[in-house]
């Protein structure tokens, strides 16, 4: 189950209509649909969520590399080290091995390395990527993350996990104050959701430019967040300062507490900066 779900988000080829079809999951959507629901926004890499930067690649993808070579697998995965499909499937083939093992000792160390592959790598972000696919407008993909959600919650009832949160957790940097970073800080805080504990897609924005009346420009989402920002400050802090709670709210329907809980003090924590600063604004003479 975890190869198959892995593999179906990527794009579709023919092969993901058998997968599909035996998941119970809805008709797989055309490539189009790929593109606009998930590689133009909702990018399936841990380096994405647990980087600091918010960007592909970096620290996260070597640790996972560093963590492929110590469990004994001496093929490159490159690019693709964190991604999702690639992950899942190295997940399943933890148990795999274990089954294929004899010895007691051995087979305890591929479950504990299994377990450690899990919680740093894949549950350490699932739950807030997950949760970003309802209301995304396509049912496969919606259906597709209910059902992973379901099979990695079923996976924690019998995992054994460390007594500390994912190292990318443990030490990720905080939220600048809005009233003290520079503009480029800040738009770079807000687009990384390990500093701001939130997600922020182009249909986001988009619909905070069609809330607000803003003008939003035909750019990369940076480019977007700067210029809304400097149309109406007060209006897109407010707004964000929403989606943070919204964000905070979903954090722990999928995944363990502990890291539902550091999603969602996260977020608040954000959504509190970004009102306090937007109230100062509202306040300050003209």
């Known amino acids: ?13 023919a092969e993901h209509e058998r997968l599909a079809l035996a998941l119970g999951l809805p008709e797989v959507p055309a490539a189009t649909e790929h593109a606009r629901v998930v590689r133009m926004q909702r990018h399936p890499y841990a380096s994405v969520y647990l980087g600091a930067e918010g960007m592909l690649g970096g620290e996260v993808r070597d640790r996972v590399t560093g963590f492929r070579r110590a469990v004994g697998l001496q093929e490159e995965a490159g690019a693709e080290a964190d991604h999702l499909a690639s992950l899942l499937s190295l ?89 003290e970073a520079s503009a480029q800080e800040l738009v770079a805080a807000l687009l990384s959701p390990l500093q701001s504990g ?41 707004w964000f300062a929403s989606h943070a709670h919204g964000c905070a709210q979903r954090a722990g329907e999928r995944g363990p507490r502990r890291i539902g809980q550091w999603w969602r003090k996260r977020a608040l924590r954000t959504a509190d900066l970004l009102s306090d600063n937007a109230a100062r604004l509202r306040t300050a003479p003209a």
Do not use: N
């Open 1 to 13: 189950m975890y190869r198959a779900l892995g593999s179906l988000i990527e794009s579709p080829v």
């Open 91 to 179: 997940l399943a083939s933890f148990d795999s091995w274990r089954l294929e093992e004899s010895g007691a000792a051995r087979q305890a160390l591929l479950v504990q390395a299994r377990d450690t592959l899990a919680w740093e790598y894949l549950l350490s972000w699932t739950g807030p990527y997950l949760a970003s696919f309802a209301g995304c407008g396509a049912v496969f993909y919606a259906e597709w993350a209910a059902l992973l959600g379901r099979a990695l919650h079923e996976f924690c009832e019998e995992a054994e996990f460390p007594g500390r949160l994912p190292e990318a957790l443990r030490t990720a940097p905080s939220f600048p104050d809005p009233a």
């Open 198 to 238: 939130m997600i922020v897609l182009r249909d986001d924005l988009e619909r905070l430019a069609e809330e607000a009346g803003l003008a939003m420009r035909a750019a990369d989402r940076r480019t977007v967040v700067r210029g809304l920002l400097a149309q109406e400050p007060k209006t897109a802090l407010e």
